[in-house]
């Protein structure tokens, strides 16, 4: 054993997490190694009990039962055609405004975001039926491939959201309030979002023209028609999964259970059904939820090292520290994690970083709920802050290189909604009961 102060191991183990990540290591082996080697350094054998435990207590946690069943709904609905449907509808009747195609990306990705909550399988089929249909009518790349990535990443902040799942047990708060606290800052963005594009292509109407009347003329009967067999599909399978729990008939992990089920049936009416889907979904939850818990797993037991080493003490002195009292401390946490979000996963943050700041809230005056909640609305920006931004990439991944969407155009793109990202959390700040209001009209 060695003796190191408690300043020295949380320069040491945060710096060793961003070395491995730089040099190209995937996230979970610097934060497992780092944990081992101070764990060992600093307690001996001592630090085998803590990591253990640690391990232990995370993957028998109950409420991450709900994380595979979440993303098997997820990626069973990206089987099913939902997308398709409803951007056909939704083009009969917006296509007609200015910029209307990408706003109805948006929306659709909103949509998603409330069954699928998987912001790969968002962006991928948003740029698979979205992205050649605005780019094909004239579209800006840029305005076209920021709508797409803007949209999808909605996923991962309205609920049925895994990292609502996650922050949960992290921070010891209800999953369910978490869920209902996401809806409005998730509608906010969305609205955001919207408005962006409406005003902008008012502005500059060359980067979203308008769809010819021609392509759209359709009987109006036929319109409603296509548009309940579209929306209402969905909207069962939401009131299937978040309606049990905003009713309190059953938590996150049972509700769950049954939007998997209910994924399945949809799949099965819309035709899209067979054994080759089933094999498809079933390998794709078993490989995201595996690289989900290995990564929590080992950032878990980074944490327990870290905590038990003193290191908690040194981050919350640093803080409380700050100028400005509790707001100059709120901000303080607010730019790290918007500043880690360049460089690690946002899994890696929530297991990292909320063990460690969560406890702050109560001792800042901060209600437990709102603070969780700006945390995760400032995680949305992790998804388009290069170098590491997710959205981007699963973007440049999905989309048909004849469209000739270049990384320039992406990152271009998904700027501006970085910034109303930013005015999403100054509203959230002024106006806290955008956060709150919904979680308190719950049954208890």
Known sequence: MIDLSPEAITIIMFAGILFGVFIGYPLAFPIGGIALVIGFLVFGEGAFPILYTRL??????????????????????????????????????????????AIITVLIGTILAATVGIIGASISMLALVALPAMIRRGYDKSLASGAVVAGGCLGILIPPSIMLVIYGP????????????????????????????????????????????????????KKITMLLTSLVPPAILILSVLGVI???????????????????????????????????????????????????????????????????????????????????????IMFIIFILGFFIDWIGILFIIIPIVSPLAPLLEFDPLWFGMMICVNLQM???????????????????????????????????????????????????????????????
């Open 382 to 444: 992790a998804f388009m802050t290069p170098p590491l931004a997710q959205g981007i990439f699963f973007l440049r991944g999905a989309a048909d290189p004849s469209l000739g969407v270049t990384m320039g155009d992406i990152i271009k793109g998904v700027f501006p909604y970085v910034g109303l990202i930013m005015i999403c959390l100054l509203l959230c700040t002024f106006f806290p009961q955008i956060i709150l209001w919904l979680p308190g009209m719950m049954i208890k």
């Open 170 to 221: 992290m921070a010891q708060i209800s999953v369910g309030k978490l869920f209902m606290a996401a809806f409005f800052p998730g509608f906010t963005l969305s609205a955001l979002y919207c408005s962006y594009i409406g005003l902008r292509c008012i502005v500059q109407p060359n980067l979203g023209p308008s769809i010819p009347p021609d392509e759209r003329a359709v009987p109006w009967s």
């Open 56 to 101: 232990f207590d995370l993957i028998h946690n109950y409420i991450l039962v709900a994380v595979p069943l979440f993303i098997y709904m997820g990626i069973m609905l990206e089987h099913s055609g939902i997308a398709e449907r409803m951007f056909q509808v939704l083009y009969l009747w917006l296509s007609g405004l200015r910029g209307g195609l």
């Open 246 to 332: 905003f009713m309190g008939v059953a938590p996150p992990t049972e509700a769950a259970s049954v939007g998997a089920f209910v994924s399945t049936l949809l799949a099965i009416v819309y035709r899209r059904f067979s054994w080759q889907t089933l094999r498809d979904t079933t390998l794709g939850t078993l490989r995201l939820s595996s690289m989900i818990l290995l990564i929590g797993g080992l950032s878990y037991a980074f944490v327990g090292v870290f905590l038990r080493a003193g290191c908690g003490h040194v981050v919350e002195s640093v803080i409380l520290a700050t100028p400005g009292g509790r707001w100059g401390a709120f901000a303080i």
